[in-house]
């Protein structure tokens, strides 16, 4: 059996898919397979499917969360966060499209946890001057104060890389042995 990157585009993105529906079932703030899923996206798919996919996993399940929570589905940040991932999808076409490398894999799931902690509460900066002021003390308290959704976001996202890649690469490995191909055959 064909094991090449184009003929195994199905069983990336059905694996894309399904993580991204894992969004919906309960899980501790910020530890959410979104993150991973648009790292494998840009590794695993092809040209706009890797942009499409975590955007559309995004745009079908803040609804459906929103409405558990008794809470808006979009918001001012919603933009912010979406570009947030769409840089993750970035970061996989860039770092780890050609490499099955477990640290290089780790390291790039850290990066994309890390620009999405720095944007978005920079944004929360901007946007909440009520909250915090506009001055350097500011935008420190802001950073601080998210730190632990930051470990918890650098968790999930190293979590979830690690099982979705290791997933795809046992399926795309697995060679069924001779005994269970006679018995099919």
Not at 139 to 167: E, H, K, N, S
């Amino acid at each position: 059996m064909d094991r090449s990157k184009s003929s195994f585009q199905p069983v990336a993105a059905c694996l894309t898919v399904l993580a991204a529906l894992v969004r919906l079932l309960p899980h501790p703030p910020n530890f959410a397979p979104i993150g991973s899923v648009a790292l494998f996206g840009g590794a695993r798919l092809r040209g706009w499917q890797a942009y499409l996919v975590p955007v559309l996993a995004m745009l079908l399940t803040d609804p459906i969360l929103s409405h558990m929570a008794g809470a808006p589905a979009y918001s001012w940040m919603t933009p912010v966060i979406y570009g947030c991932f769409l840089i993750n999808v970035m970061l996989g076409r860039l770092l780890i499209r050609h490499s099955n490398s477990w640290t290089r894999i780790g390291g790039t799931a850290f990066l994309g946890s890390l620009q999405f902690y720095l944007i978005t509460n920079l944004f929360v900066w901007i946007h909440a001057a009520d909250l915090y002021p506009r001055t350097l003390a500011g935008l420190t308290a802001c950073y601080a104060a998210a730190l632990p959704f930051f470990g918890r976001t650098v968790l999930g996202d190293l979590f979830y890389a690690a099982l979705i890649f290791g997933v795809y690469s046992v399926l795309r490995n697995w060679e069924p042995n001779e005994r269970s191909r006679r018995v099919t055959a």
